[in-house]
């Protein structure tokens, strides 16, 4: 089935332990996106990738590590969990921007179900 | 960096009523505007968007927003709730005049349909 899947959806975690979410696509999107979503903060963009091998940091990197060998996959893994990012996290995909003859336009963002990462 | 607020925070409504969410954004350049939803439990999904043209733009399950460029504000609306709309609402920017790939997103709506 096409679309935006994410793994594991649900994780429970320690404090310190190394953990990796996982996110595909299946439209070959080139953007990819993880945001983390916390009460009274909405969505916060963590990093983002504008092709294979090209990532950006976001507003809120650190402690995150990602990596895009493929188009299709946008791992985000945190390398020394703390409790302060016990979180749900989303990716997200687009194709980015498309110009028209009416000026250039961004293309939505298609997020994915989501993983709720839970550190003790 | 751009910013973007929404000013209302938990919005309590009974069914048939008139909804408006408020978000205002920070941007003085080229913006393409969106309103995503969240219902309980799912992830968001695209409710409408504007890029150019028409201000008012209409979106899926009876909802419309306004861009008002002078006001730098793109509010939603719709004129009759349900109690199926109970969800949380976000209002997002993109910078297009910068050049920008990301998406920023505002705290979120939520909104609460009394049957």
């Known amino acids: 089935d096409a679309g935006i899947t994410q793994s594991p959806r649900y994780k429970i975690t320690e404090t310190g332990r190394q953990v990796t979410l996982m996110c595909h696509q299946t439209?070959?999107?080139?953007?990819m996106f993880w945001y983390r979503q916390d009460l009274g903060h909405g969505l916060r963009l963590i990093y983002y990738?504008?092709?294979?091998?090209?990532?950006d940091k976001g507003e809120v990197p650190d402690g995150y590590v990602v990596s895009r060998s493929k188009t299709e996959n946008f791992p985000l893994t945190l390398e020394s969990a703390t409790r302060s990012q016990t979180s749900v996290y989303f990716c997200?995909?687009?194709?980015?921007?498309?110009?028209?003859?009416?000026?250039?336009?961004?293309?939505?963002?298609?997020f994915g179900p989501g993983t709720r990462l839970t550190v003790l | 960096a751009q910013s973007v607020s929404q000013h209302n925070h938990h919005v309590i409504l009974s069914e048939a009523a008139s909804l408006e969410l408020g978000c205002n954004y920070s941007?003085?350049?080229?913006?393409?505007l969106f309103w995503y939803v969240q219902y309980p439990g799912q992830h968001l999904q695209l409710l409408l968007k504007y890029f150019s043209g028409d201000p008012l733009v209409k979106g899926i399950k009876g909802f419309e927003a306004e861009f008002i460029k002078s006001k730098f504000s793109f509010n939603l609306r719709k004129p009759s709730v349900q109690w199926s709309d109970t969800a949380e609402y976000f209002c997002a920017v993109n910078a297009a005049g910068a050049g920008s790939y990301q998406l920023t997103f505002g705290k979120g709506t939520k909104l609460s349909v009394i049957p």
């Open positions: 439209w070959s999107h080139s953007y």
């Open positions: 941007y003085g350049g080229t913006v393409n």
């Open positions: 990738s504008a092709a294979a091998d090209i990532t």
């Open positions: 997200a995909s687009s194709e980015g921007y498309e110009r028209t003859s009416g000026g250039v336009i961004y293309n939505e963002q298609f």
